[in-house]
């Protein structure tokens, strides 16, 4: 079975991923940097390596619970290794838990009309919040830098002309969430839609961590839902 590949390969008995050698990364570059690297087939400037640091910092936790954090926990609670514990937490990203990344830079990339996505589906993905009614903080947070960088460009317009168009068409304030500034952002560093869901499981990955040592550490197995938190619908 033959294999084509562009990002790594072994010459005069060195690694070489992208064409620069893993001594030379390993030596001059940040784990951010590389990554950036692997994903994208290059090295990002300065400024995009700082605008990535802050993306991948701000998906980086959200408490436990958080799908991916309570899962993880669950998982270690019944006695497993602290890799399928953060697996498990991995598998509990999807369509409603980081899937909007993805969602919204489809919709972005393609330029899709927000009638046309409300008709498709009952809301625009990257807008609203459960918990951040007027403003997502960490949303603002990175498009302010993102401006200040010089990266924001016409993804970052075009989230927030869609922000305010949702108001006129739903009658409601839609505030653009975390997931609809990283999908826009991603855009403009030229990282392919595809990478919404690897990439808010890569960033959430050492809150997965931590919270799965914990459990290990300070928790009795095992975890179960307590019997007053369960109601019976059936016959």
């Given amino acids: 079975m033959k294999w084509n590949t562009a990002i ?3 010459k005069e008995g060195q690694l070489v ?21 692997l994903l994208s087939g290059r090295l990002p400037s300065d400024t995009e390596q700082k ?5 991948l910092v701000s998906m980086s936790e959200h408490g436990v619970q958080a799908p991916s954090a309570f899962s993880a926990r669950v998982s270690a ?16 990203t999807g369509d409603h ?17 927000v009638e046309k996505v409300l008709a498709e589906r009952s809301r ?19 498009l302010q830098a993102a401006t200040e960088l010089g990266i924001a460009g016409v993804h970052v317009e075009q989230a927030r002309l ?19 500034a990283i999908a826009a952002l991603m855009l403009e560093l030229g990282l392919d ?31 179960r839902l307590d019997d007053e938190d369960i109601t019976y619908t059936g016959s």
């Fill in 8 to 10: 790594s390969t072994t």
């Fill in 17 to 37: 991923v992208r064409g620069i050698s893993l001594s030379e990364l390993v030596r001059d570059h940040s784990f951010s940097e590389v990554s950036f690297l």
């Fill in 51 to 55: 605008l990535f640091d802050m993306m």
């Fill in 77 to 92: 609670s019944v006695g497993n290794p602290l890799h399928v514990a953060i697996a498990a937490g991995i598998l509990a």
């Fill in 97 to 113: 838990n980081g899937g909007a990344i993805e969602a919204a830079a489809q919709y972005f990339q393609a330029k899709t009309s």
């Fill in 124 to 142: 625009f993905p990257g807008y609203g919040h459960k918990v951040y009614k007027d403003a997502d903080p960490r949303a603002q947070q990175l």
């Fill in 162 to 180: 869609i922000e305010k168009e949702l108001a006129v068409a739903t009658g409601k304030h839609l505030p653009l969430n975390i997931d609809g």
């Fill in 193 to 223: 839609p595809h990478l919404g869901k690897p990439l808010f499981a890569f960033g959430r990955m050492p809150g997965m961590m931590a919270h799965a040592l914990e459990e290990i550490q300070n928790e009795k197995p095992y975890r």
